[in-house]
């Protein structure tokens, strides 16, 4: 059955209908102003039973609007019992450690076997609707071969939200890599590459344009103009082999584009192992790390890269929420044969 919603109009309204309802509509009823837009363009909205599908309307204080939202349609994409390994999970969102090898959404060439399609199995009727479509809201994304944790929204609320916070760059995201060389701050040649400076803490700033490479549109790259500003922080967590050969890195995002990590650490020379895309052919040195251990990072068969740590503000409750994922152990046996 359908939602019925009477909304009176306050005092000293907006001008318009659409900023009218996003000031008036209760924030328990959940609906985000692009929500609310939909709902007027599809002829949900109306006062005295004459539809206004108009968003410049004009309304007036003491106004009855009703609003009428229809059971989320259900998506495409086929609900799949596959194994999730979760973190968090309430009415309003779940936290997810996604695995190696799992895309994210469905898409040409990937249309089953994502964690959307898990996740339409496992959260089943909790999913109360994002933008009138009963399906997970996924507000970011990691790379298929990458690992780690990832936030999913259940309602439009949490969906805006979350929205908000990782537009507004406010959302702490850490990673776990294992890169080529020894990224040392103090090193002059990353300091004299444009858009790396060092900060305290033995931190490594990195600050360039990102987008489509020219000729390869499969790939992202640096550019000295025009694409999206993008800023990842680096720090070395700990070196391997003698000389250094290879290290593990800490890298926490200000921003979230495309391959980030993987295309500025490439940027400043230290591709990460296991990177076919943005790594190039490097190999590690067997006198450097030893035989063993150079085997292994030569057969390492992804970029080695973790989400390890996902903090946010709960956007229904307000509560500060902070996890923390293990190395899985592909990556914990690479570090491992480094150390050996």
């Known amino acids: 059955m359908p939602r019925r919603l009477a909304v009176t109009i306050g005092p000293n309204p907006p001008d318009r209908l659409d900023k009218a309802l996003a000031r008036d509509v209760p924030e328990a009823a959940g609906l985000t102003r692009s929500r609310l837009a939909k709902l007027i363009a599809q002829g949900g909205v109306s006062r005295d039973s004459t539809p206004l599908t108009e968003p410049r309307t004009r309304v007036s204080e003491g106004d009855i609007i009703q609003i009428v939202i229809a059971e989320p349609a259900e998506v495409s994409a086929r609900p799949e019992d596959i194994p999730l390994s979760i973190v968090y999970e309430d009415m309003a969102l779940i936290v997810v450690n996604k695995p190696v090898g799992m895309v994210v959404h469905p898409a040409p060439g990937n249309s089953s076997g994502t964690l959307v399609n898990a996740l339409l199995a496992h959260c089943g009727d909790s999913l109360s609707g994002i933008g009138g479509e009963r399906r997970p809201g996924i507000v970011h994304r990691i790379d298929k071969d990458t690992s780690g944790l990832l936030v999913v929204a259940k309602t439009d609320k949490a969906h805006a939200g979350l929205a908000a916070q990782f537009a507004s760059h406010s959302v702490e995201r850490r990673y776990r890599a294992v890169v080529f060389g020894l990224p040392d701050p103090a090193q002059p040649r990353l300091r004299g590459l444009a858009g790396v400076s060092a900060e305290p803490g033995g931190t490594l700033r990195i600050a360039t344009q990102i987008g489509r490479h020219r000729t390869d549109r499969q790939r992202q790259a640096v550019l000295a103009t025009g694409g999206r500003h993008a800023v990842t922080r680096m720090r070395v967590v700990e070196a391997f082999g003698t000389p250094p050969a290879a290290a593990l890195v800490e890298c926490w995002l200000e921003t979230g584009r495309t391959h980030q990590i993987r295309v500025h650490m490439a940027h400043i020379g230290h591709g990460l192992i296991g ?66």
């Open 275 to 340: 990177d076919t895309v943005y790594g190039g052919r490097r190999r590690l040195s067997a006198h450097a790390v030893g035989v063993m251990a150079a085997a292994a990072a030569a057969a390492f068969p992804r970029q080695a890269l973790h989400a390890a740590t996902l903090g946010f503000i709960h956007p229904e409750t307000g509560e500060s929420l902070h996890f923390v994922a293990s190395l899985p152990p592909d990556m914990t046996g690479l570090i491992n044969a480094l150390r050996g």
